[in-house]
T-cell receptor
Framework: EDQVTQSPEALRLQEGESSSLNCSYT??????LFWYRQDPGKGPEFLFT???AGEEKEKERLKATLTKKESFLHITAPKPEDSATYLC????????????FGKGTLLTVNP | KAGVTQTPRYLIKTRGQQVTLSCSPI?????VSWYQQTPGQGLQFLFE???????NKGNFPGRFSGRQFSNSRSEMNVSTLELGDSALYLC????????????FGPGTRLTVL
């Protein structure tokens, strides 16, 4: 069965302390791996889409990478405004137009 | 370009009632998906529509239904509400291919009393 697991469930960092979030997936045919950021009470905000192993994308302090079994979201020198829940999801294709989401990582960055 | 809009933003209903939620996709997007988000289960897929046709459905009871109109706007309906239906209902739109990014709206917070 296709599934995705995110770790850790929660992460507390000091401002400027870099770290990585993990998204491990088991899927028969990956059509896309997506990262979103979600603030409390709001809809997920799109960050990155990755399609093939070895692909990397960057945006400000965030960098997403993809291997055949997992994806990482690297956060460099985080700021308090980076505090949010980070969600990863995949689409497995095969006439599946749905995203399967992990439970997310709640990131808190203290000033 | 305007984002995905959802109405209403908040809704309070009682058990047994029914509710209709509305979603307007990003201009040019023909696919609309619906998700339910709860603290315990996270984000779960409800259904997806493309050009007024349901292409995919998640594992939810038949009380949950939806439709899409010719202008790509979509509605979802929940009949005979149960306490467990309290959740954030999210709509997402995309161009329509399974590789396309889905962009989410702000959600409708449904509380069932």
């Amino acid at each position: 069965e296709d599934q995705v697991t995110q770790s850790p469930e929660a992460l507390r960092l000091q401002e400027g302390e870099s770290s990585s979030l993990n998204c491990s997936y088991t899927v028969s045919g990956l059509r896309g791996l997506f990262w979103y950021r979600q603030d409390p009470g709001k809809g997920p905000e799109f960050l990155f889409t990755l399609y093939s192993a070895g692909e990397e994308k960057e945006k400000e302090r965030l960098k997403a990478t993809l291997t055949k079994k997992e994806s990482f979201l690297h956060i460099t020198a985080p700021k308090p405004e980076d505090s949010a829940t980070y969600l990863c999801a995949f689409n497995s294709g095969g006439s599946n137009y749905k995203l399967t989401f992990g439970k997310g990582t709640l990131l808190t960055v203290n000033p | 370009k305007a984002g995905v809009t959802q109405t209403p933003r908040y809704l309070i209903k009682t058990r047994g009632q029914q509710v209709t939620l509305s979603c307007s996709p990003i201009s040019g997007h023909r696919s609309v998906s619906w998700y339910q988000q709860t603290p315990g289960q996270g984000l779960q897929f409800l259904f997806e529509y493309f050009s007024e046709t349901q292409r995919n459905k998640g594992n939810f009871p038949g009380r949950f239904s939806g439709r899409q109109f010719s202008n790509s706007r979509s509605e979802m309906n929940v009949s005979t509400l149960e306490l467990g239906d309290s959740a954030l209902y999210l709509c997402a739109s995309s161009l329509g291919k399974d590789t396309d990014t889905q962009y989410f709206g702000p959600g409708t917070r449904l509380t069932v009393l």
